[in-house]
């Protein structure tokens, strides 16, 4: 471990070098989600039907294998059917020990509820529960005789387990469908990802550097409610720490970025000395991240990073989204930073931080104007992006820097929080980025088709309230960030 010139643990704040006893080591980028599978039977109606047995354990591994296939990337335990309570206690040790958080279970026939009780308790320390309503078929065959409907009475356990459930106090998934159909296990994968998403957040630690810019009450925040709510710890960074590095920033590896980026891109109103300043404070952001291992950043610029390092730091912080898919926002928008990485988590496209902008009727359309804050792949190609002047101007040297761009066609999602008394209020919302011609504006920018009228979708979000940044990404994840507002316990605006 390092130490401060001194030998000692110290402080971020009092530290100029070393180690620090209030900052993590290294970024908590280990941890991964480990999903338990209980598949139940009741052991009663193997003696009664000898059959049964087989054709529900057979029935149980193919829901296995589907979740398999609908939950890439996370560890899926199932530790066999479950009978009987001596499998419960089985089962349940075996989830316990292998540490999931997350138990999704699927009644392949009726089973008292205590069998399945025993076994989540076993599982671990109030894990997530999804409950799973299935059945083989759509529609009732009119042949089947009562070991058919025993092997489809799983709504007689499920339905008594919620009602046990309710009387414990016990929180649950609900997801209800035919056993084959693609549909509920991607319900499943929404809940699966949701949690994730939110666990993660749980586990981040953003850095803001600066405040939120002075008048904007909407975007102002208490950090206990962040962290209650929303998930992330915000640390507040004295400004000093990032010039420190700024003044550190060598030559060589300036010089080296500055050119690559001037070659990328076509040019206007700005010359190499503009790129090299603005990616100096790129570099000392990421420089910054390290040092802190902060998950995330929130800056303001204008007339504070802006005045001290002659250029604006818009560039840099689209430095860190490409580069090292590390979510930064700008003017002390932790929220819009916490939006911005569930949107990245749920599509792996990195988002857009815009603002309300005008109303297009003849498109239906919203047009959103950017703060600088986004990344070329956005546009869908280099040849779409300029490198032009800062169209706003708060103390920097030159011409700034800051790329000019539209969001290049698709569907999108966009969202926000805003809070409100005592808890916070999630905005979700989805539309159409569509084809219009660049605006030679100097900012990045969007024109995206709403499904209700313009400008009764403006009138709804006005009269309801929201913050004057919108979070904006390609892909529909409604459905996901619905169920991250409900584990968050948070109220839901969803509006198209």
Same mark, same amino acid.
């Not at 030998?7 to 209030?22: L, P």
């Not at 138990?103 to 025993?118: A, L, Q, R």
């Not at 953003?206 to 962040?226: P, S």
């Given at each position: 471990m390092n130490k401060t010139k001194n030998?000692? #643990? *110290?402080?971020?704040?009092?530290?100029?070098?070393?180690?620090?006893?209030?900052v993590l080591s290294k970024n908590s980028d280990t941890w991964k989600l480990k999903v338990g599978l209980l598949g139940l039977g009741y052991f009663e109606y193997w003696r009664m039907y000898p059959k049964l047995q087989e054709i529900v354990r057979k029935d149980l591994d193919g829901v296995h294998e589907r979740l398999k296939n609908a939950l890439p990337g996370i560890e899926l335990i199932y530790p066999g059917m479950v009978d009987t309570l001596d499998r419960a206690e089985t089962a349940g040790s075996e989830l316990a020990a292998a540490g999931v958080e997350v138990?999704? =279970?699927?009644?392949?026939?009726? #089973?008292?509820?205590? #069998?399945?009780?025993?076994a989540l308790n076993r599982a671990g320390v109030n894990p997530k529960i999804i409950l799973v309503n299935t059945q083989t078929g759509f529609d009732l065959c009119p042949t089947d005789n009562y070991m058919a409907t025993m092997r489809n009475s799983a709504l007689i356990g499920v339905s008594q387990l919620t009602g046990s459930f309710r009387k414990m106090k016990r929180e649950y998934e609900v997801v209800s469908g035919e056993i084959s159909d693609p549909a509920i296990y991607r319900e499943i994968r929404r809940i699966v990802q949701a949690y994730a998403a939110l666990r993660q957040l749980k586990q981040c630690?953003?850095?803001?550097?600066?405040? =939120?810019?002075?008048?904007?009450?909407?975007?102002?925040?208490?950090?206990?409610?962040?962290?209650?709510?929303?998930g992330p710890e915000v640390m507040t960074i004295q400004a000093e720490h990032l010039i420190e590095l700024w003044n550190k920033v060598g030559k060589d590896e300036l010089d080296s970025v500055s050119e690559k980026l001037f070659k990328r891109f076509r040019s206007k109103k700005i010359d190499i000395e503009d790129v090299k300043r603005s990616c100096r404070i790129g570099l000392a952001m990421e420089k910054l991240k390290s040092k802190f291992s902060l998950d995330g950043l929130c800056f303001l610029g204008q007339h504070y990073i802006e005045k001290m390092t002659g250029a604006p730091a818009r560039i840099g912080a689209s430095m860190m989204l490409e580069?090292?898919? *590390?979510m930064v926002a700008c003017e002390g928008d932790i929220a819009g930073l916490v939006m911005m990485q $569930?949107?990245?988590?749920?599509?792996?496209?990195?988002?857009?931080?815009?603002?309300?902008?005008?109303?297009?009727?003849?498109?239906?359309? $919203?047009? $959103?104007?950017?703060?600088?804050?986004?990344?070329?792949?956005?546009a869908g190609g280099d040849n779409l992006v300029t490198l032009s002047c800062s169209p706003e101007e708060w103390g920097f040297k030159g011409s700034g820097l800051n790329y000019e761009m539209i969001m290049k066609p698709g569907p999108v999602t966009m969202g926000h929080f805003l809070n409100v008394g005592e808890s916070w209020r999630m905005l979700i919302s989805e539309g159409e980025s569509i084809e219009f011609p660049c605006l030679p504006c100097d900012e990045i920018h969007a024109m995206v088709k709403v499904e209700s009228p313009v400008e009764d979708y403006i009138r709804q979000v006005l009269k309801k309230g929201a913050a004057h940044h919108l979070i904006v990404v390609h892909g529909h994840i409604v459905g996901e960030l619905e169920k991250v507002a409900d584990m968050m316990q948070i109220e839901k605006f969803i509006i198209k």
């Open positions: 030998n000692k #643990i *110290t402080s971020f704040d009092a530290a100029e070098c070393g180690a620090f006893g209030d138990v999704i =279970v699927f009644e392949g026939t009726y #089973i008292p509820d205590f #069998i399945t009780i025993h630690t953003y850095g803001l550097v600066g405040h =939120v810019f002075r008048g904007m009450y909407d975007l102002e925040f208490d950090t206990a409610k962040v962290k209650g709510f929303l580069n090292n898919r *590390t $569930l949107m990245y988590d749920f599509t792996g496209n990195i988002p857009f931080q815009a603002e309300w902008g005008q109303f297009d009727r003849k498109h239906n359309a $919203l047009f $959103l104007l950017g703060h600088g804050i986004g990344s070329p792949e956005m």
